[in-house]
């Protein structure tokens, strides 16, 4: 099918054509279909990819899918959105004497299509704000330094009702450790714009280092942190447990998580929000208060910190192997050495 052709039977795809047309005035975007459709047991969910040309601020290619929204008729019984209600875009610099008779690198389109294959297969929708972890390099056989996926709406593609609902585009931005550790402890808005005067349009080189290495950068997210703090509200972690001994309660950690709590919990609690520590079977949930206070449950736990234990815990626990009392005598914290492994289950290094 030729996607810059209007038919009747196609009117979300045309929807997004009139978007993509009112952005790129004039230009005939390289579109790459699928062959086989993932509904007759393809490997590529998305029903292609379309890459425009863009000039400014820099040179980049611009990436655009069609897929996570209905494209032909109306489908589902879901009248305010179309499918998933988003499409993905991806913003890739150009390298070196790139231009737009070149063409562009292929390597994004596989990301897209792998984000698609965890959508369609898991059901889970994409939001504004949104982060991944790339477990490696985005693009594969490099040395970039990024190695996470942050999702932020399009800033040139507004949300669009089509005939089949509406329909988002989330861009895809491609970000470091270290900024992504700054997105756990602020927020993925936050942070992309602090970047932004860096990396305008949040367009994605593969070739810089951090961005949190200019010192002005770095102060001006730690400054939106300390401001606002956090939204990450959850963390995942490997061990997790309690037992009471008397009228105190002791909560299990390993030394190997207990950095990330430390991080957090003035950033969750001292802005009046909660953060849950959870692994597959529990879940500990700690809560801003004036009085400490721990109920526990058989599988999850709610406790309350007043802001003198807060501080206490912040400034006395510490990722190495010990116990550790908070003031008040209702609550210990211990922490256990923990196993780093490798691919196949050795251990090849302990923390704590």
Same mark, same amino acid.
């Not at 109306?74 to 913003?91: H, V, W």
């Not at 070196?96 to 889970?124: C, I, K, T």
């Not at 990722?319 to 196993?339: D, H, K, N, S």
């Given at each position: 099918?030729?996607?810059?052709?209007?038919?009747?039977?196609?009117?979300?795809?045309?929807?997004?054509?009139?978007?993509?047309?009112?952005?790129?005035?004039?230009?005939?975007?390289?579109?790459?279909?699928?062959?086989?459709?993932?509904?007759?047991?393809?490997?590529?969910?998305?029903?292609?990819?379309? /890459?425009?040309? !863009?000039? *400014? @601020?820099?040179?980049?290619?611009?990436?655009?899918?069609?897929?996570? &929204?209905? +494209?032909? $008729?109306?489908?589902?019984?879901?009248?305010?959105?179309?499918?998933?209600?988003?499409?993905l875009t991806f913003r890739l610099a150009a390298a070196p004497g790139e231009g737009p008779d070149a063409a562009p690198p292929v390597w994004p389109m596989s990301l897209l299509q792998n984000l698609a294959?965890?959508?369609?297969?898991?059901?889970?929708?994409?939001?504004?704000?949104?982060?991944?972890?790339?477990?490696?390099?985005?693009?594969?056989?490099?040395?970039?330094?990024?190695?996470?996926?942050?999702?932020?709406?399009?800033?040139?593609?507004?949300?669009?009702?089509?005939?089949?609902?509406?329909?988002?585009?989330?861009?895809?931005?491609?970000?470091?450790?270290?900024?992504?550790?700054?997105?756990?402890?602020?927020?993925?808005?936050? /942070?992309?714009? !602090?970047? *932004? @005067?860096?990396?305008?349009?949040?367009?994605?080189?593969?070739?810089? &280092?951090? +961005?949190? $290495?200019?010192?002005?950068?770095?102060?001006?997210?730690?400054?939106?942190?300390?401001?606002?703090?956090?939204?990450?509200?959850?963390?995942?972690?490997?061990?997790?447990?309690?037992?009471?001994?008397?009228?105190?309660?002791?909560?299990?950690?390993?030394?190997?998580?207990?950095?990330?709590?430390?991080?957090?919990?003035?950033?969750?609690?001292?802005?009046?929000?909660?953060?849950?520590?959870?692994?597959?079977?529990?879940?500990?949930?700690?809560?801003?208060?004036?009085?400490?206070?721990?109920?526990?449950?058989?599988?999850?736990?709610?406790?309350?910190?007043?802001?003198?234990?807060?501080?206490?815990?912040?400034?006395?626990?510490?990722?190495?192997?010990?116990?550790?009392?908070?003031?008040?005598?209702?609550?210990?914290?211990?922490?256990? @050495?923990?196993?780093?492994?490798?691919?196949?289950?050795?251990?090849?290094?302990? +923390?704590?």
């Amino acid at each position: 099918m030729d996607p810059t052709t209007e038919n009747e039977g196609t009117p979300g795809w045309d929807a997004l054509n009139a978007a993509l047309a009112a952005l790129y005035p004039g230009q005939e975007p390289k579109h790459y279909g699928t062959a086989l459709p993932y509904t007759l047991g393809g490997n590529d969910p998305l029903d292609g990819i379309s /890459v425009y040309w !863009a000039d *400014a @601020p820099r040179p980049h290619w611009h990436y655009v899918t069609y897929g996570f &929204s209905e +494209l032909y $008729d109306k489908q589902s019984e879901d009248t305010a959105d179309s499918g998933y209600g988003f499409e993905l875009t991806f913003r890739l610099a150009a390298a070196p004497g790139e231009g737009p008779d070149a063409a562009p690198p292929v390597w994004p389109m596989s990301l897209l299509q792998n984000l698609a294959r965890y959508v369609f297969s898991s059901g889970n929708v994409f939001e504004a704000g949104h982060h991944l972890d790339a477990n490696g390099p985005i693009a594969l056989d490099t040395d970039t330094v990024l190695r996470h996926l942050a999702l932020v709406e399009d800033p040139q593609l507004a949300a669009r009702e089509t005939p089949n609902g509406r329909v988002r585009f989330l861009q895809v931005v491609g970000v470091s450790d270290d900024e992504m550790a700054a997105v756990r402890r602020w927020s993925t808005q936050g /942070v992309l714009e !602090a970047l *932004a @005067p860096a990396m305008p349009l949040w367009i994605t080189d593969i070739q810089r &280092s951090s +961005l949190l $290495d200019d010192p002005a950068l770095a102060d001006r997210v730690a400054a939106g942190s300390a401001r606002e703090g956090s939204t990450t509200g959850i963390l995942f972690i490997e061990t997790l447990g309690w037992e009471t001994d008397g009228d105190t309660v002791e909560l299990r950690l390993g030394a190997g998580q207990v950095p990330g709590v430390l991080e957090l919990l003035p950033l969750r609690l001292a802005h009046g929000r909660t953060l849950t520590l959870a692994d597959r079977e529990r879940s500990w949930q700690f809560e801003p208060g004036e009085a400490d206070r721990v109920e526990l449950g058989p599988d999850s736990a709610r406790c309350v910190l007043s802001p003198d234990t807060l501080q206490a815990f912040v400034a006395h626990v510490h990722a190495q192997r010990g116990t550790y009392p908070l003031p008040g005598g209702r609550l210990r914290i211990r922490v256990e @050495p923990t196993a780093l492994r490798d691919a196949q289950g050795n251990v090849v290094r302990t +923390l704590g």
